[in-house]
Every structure is written in C-alpha cells, then in structure tokens.
C-alpha cells in the first residue's frame, strides 16, 4: 500500500492518561493500516491527574515517529510534579474561571506556539501530505492552520467537543465570546475537511459559519478498541469474585459529571429493596469529596475504589462487571457532548444505565439496545433502574446489544474512515 505522510499535533496524548488522550492515540495507532505513517509533534514531561505507560507502550510498537515538545503552558511549567492530584471540584472551576479570562483560546497557548516552531523545522526538513490536529486544545487547531498556510499543507481539523460555546468554557465578558469565535472562523477558514465527533457538534458548526457546506464535515463518532477487549482476557482480575450485582463505572467526575445523582439513587434501592445486594466499583479519579459524600450516605460499605488503573486493566474490570453505568449533566449545548465513555462502554457488550440529558450521547445510547437511559438528576428513575437491571440479572435475562450497532463503533473501522477523509484532501490548497 502506498505511504502517505501525516504531520500530526497533539498535546493530549500518551503517556497522559484519561480520555481526551484516547481518540488520537487510536487513530495514530491504526492509520499505517491504512496507507498514512503518522509523525506526531507531543507534549514532554508534564503534570497531569493521570498517566498510562502502556498507551505509550502500544503505539511503540507501530511505524510511528514521536516528537516531543515542551512548552510555557502550566503542565509543561510544573512537569517535574509528575502525576498530580486533581483538586477539590470548587477550587479546578475557580482556577478554570481565572484560565478562561486570561488564556484565549485556553491555556495551551504556550505550548501550542512551541510545537508550531518544532512542526516548522519538520516541515523544512522533509515533505508532508497531511496536517492533522484533534481539539482541544484550540489553540493547537490554530498552530495547524497557520503551519497549513506556510507550508500550503492540507489541514483535517479533528472536534471532540465545540470550541465556540463550549460547554464548560466560561466566557466573562462579551468580548471573549467574540474572540473565540473570530479565531475559530480563521482557523476553519484554512481547513481542508472538520471531523467531528457527532451531529449536533457538525449542525451547530454549519449553521455558525456559513463557509462550511455539509460536505465540509464528516462526523466520526468515539469508539472502542477491539485489541484491548482481546487483551484484557489475559491481563489479572480486577474484580474479587462474590455473589452481589456489580455495576462498574470508569473515569473521573467534574462539573456536571458527578455521582451524586447516582449516590442518592442506589441509597433509596437500598432502603426500598434490602434484598438487592450490590457492588459500586469505580476506575479512575473518585476524589475525597465523593468518598465522603457515599460514607454520609452510608454507602461505603459498597463502594470500591480501585483508583487510577492502566486502560487494559480498566477495560478487563469492565468485562468483569455486570453492568455498567455513566452520566453528564444538564448544562449549555450539552446535546453536543460526546463522553468517549458510553462508546468504550459498547465495546463491552455489557447493560448500560446512561444518565444523559437530550443530545448525541441519548441518541447513539438508544440505538445501542441495552441500556437504560434516564436523566442525569432523576434519582427516582436511576433507581427504578437498578432495580429492574439486578432483577433481570437475577434471572439471567439481562439484555444483549444490537451488534450491528456496537460495530459502529470499531476504532479500525473508524480509522479507516478517518484515512479516507484524509485522502480526500490531497490536494493543492
């Protein structure tokens, strides 16, 4: 197969952990397969809540160049802390608040400008076919640009949430809501093609700047990766075996994405049906907040942190579980949030209970055929829910998702996809 090159930029990617690193690092990791070898310009050391080796360890093994970068931004400053941990919710959205008013578009800029420079000397170096940048960060989409401009490289900007009203961005005055919206115009000004990760992400770009056509945007939702469900059966259990119901969930808690909700829920299960005997595991960052707020509810006695695992030690607890819960909040433009959580998720082929309100994360959950979808704060709902997912469990009947569907969302497949768009915008620009 004949080789194309890609210049990619990425500030999230491995060895950070969480979510926002996956959907690159999988796209990175599959598209060799599909004719394009993958130059990555990523961050150095730096502080962050989490990090996972063995994403690194995975993408070493493929025909992949990795360049590393440091910057001025606060993780770059702070990297000699290492893994960090993730402050009390009230204080990460004052200190969010402070970073929304003085860093346009957020504060990476720092380090964006520094891989603009190291993309620059690549770019004198050797021929590239490709840019390629996944955002957030924006300010990285406009390092791309105007990389794309000076080299007149095609770009490929890659949204996994709104720039642009985002919905946990917080604009003080008029004139910041302004900026980011003229400095997203110039910067999809310079783009070949915009992928996006649903289709409300995809109306909402059209319907802002009338440049783009719908052609322009090609939604390429999250996914799950099929080699780590292959692996997970050889990794160590995570799970002590034990006759209670467990349901499992994966991932870290801020803003609208909290527990509570869900805490109250399994607390009145617990007092309408005594009978009912479960297990709350949680992978990831459950803060000391939380903690306390299920021992105030005298809920500790079932809840079990495993604290922050590697991806394939989280993907083996979730095969582990027998079933598997999230949520999102209620917030601004929340129907264009898309959780890579709930597509992880699919890939287990486990029963679901999502807590979403209305939006692509509803939408693509229905379709799934296995879960139980109520909204984020409806107590009552999640825990009639339970209920009704531990009684089937009892009975062996619990339900099985559409296949068809859950392929959907194949990482392969999608990087597949993903490499035809980029084939699509070889051209002079």
């Known amino acids: 197969m ?17 979510s926002g690193v996956q959907r690159i690092a999988k796209f990175v990791k599959y598209l060799p397969e599909f004719g394009w070898r993958p130059t990555v310009v990523a961050t150095g050391p730096v502080a962050y809540y989490a990090h996972d080796e063995s994403l ?43 970073s929304n008013t003085f860093f346009i578009p957020d504060n990476k800029t720092g380090w964006s400008k520094q891989a603009l420079e190291t993309a620059r000397e690549l770019c004198q170096q050797r021929h590239f076919d490709m840019i390629f940048v996944s955002g957030p960060p924006f300010s990285t989409m406009m390092a791309g640009a105007q990389l794309s401009a000076e080299f007149n490289i095609p770009l490929v900007l890659d949204y996994r949430d709104l720039w642009f009203g985002n919905q946990f961005h917080y604009y003080p005055t008029p004139w910041h809501g302004h900026k980011h919206k003229k400095l997203e115009h110039k910067t999809l000004a310079r783009a070949s093609k915009v992928t996006v990760t649903n289709r409300k992400i995809k109306e909402r770009l059209i319907n802002t700047y009338p440049h783009l056509e719908f052609n322009d945007v090609v939604i390429l939702p999250h996914g799950f990766d099929p080699a780590d469900l292959a692996a997970a059966a050889s990794r160590p259990a995570q799970i002590e075996p034990s006759p209670r119901f ?21 607390k009145r299960v617990r007092k309408e049906r005594p009978d009912i005997d479960l297990e709350l595991h949680f992978a990831g960052l459950l803060r000391d907040e939380y903690r306390k707020k299920a021992r105030r509810m005298k809920l500790d006695d079932i809840v079990i942190d495993h604290g922050y695992l590697d991806h394939g030690d989280t993907v083996r607890l979730l095969l582990e579980s027998d079933a598997l819960w999230m949520m999102v909040g209620d917030t601004k433009n929340a129907d264009t949030i898309s959780s890579g959580k709930l597509y992880e998720y699919f890939g287990t082929r486990k029963p679901l209970l999502v807590s979403v309100p209305e939006g692509a994360l509803k939408k ?51 990087t597949g996809d993903l490499a035809r768009v980029l084939a699509s915008s070889l051209r002079v620009i």
């Not at 210049?7 to 952990?17: D, S």
């Not at 993780?75 to 959205?93: A, F, H, I, W």
């Not at 499992?248 to 909290?258: E, L, R």
């Open 364 to 414: 693509d959950a229905e379709k799934y055929g296995a879960a139980w979808i109520t909204q984020p704060d409806d107590v009552k709902a999640i825990a009639a829910v339970i209920i009704e997912m531990y009684d089937l469990w009892k009975k062996n009947a619990l339900p099985k998702p559409a296949e068809n569907v859950v392929k959907q969302f194949d990482r392969v497949n999608l």
């Open 2 to 18: 004949a080789q194309h090159s890609v210049l990619v930029l990425a500030y999230y990617f491995p060895p950070m952990g969480l």
């Open 246 to 266: 467990k349901l499992s969930y994966a991932g870290i808690f801020y803003d609208v994405v909290t527990p509570v909700p869900f805490f109250k829920a399994v």
């Open 56 to 98: 690194l360890a995975e993408l070493e093994e493929r025909d992949i160049e990795i360049i590393r970068t440091s910057g001025t931004d606060p993780n770059s400053v702070l990297k000699d802390k290492g893994t960090v941990k993730m402050p009390r919710e009230r204080l990460r959205k004052f200190m969010s608040k402070v």
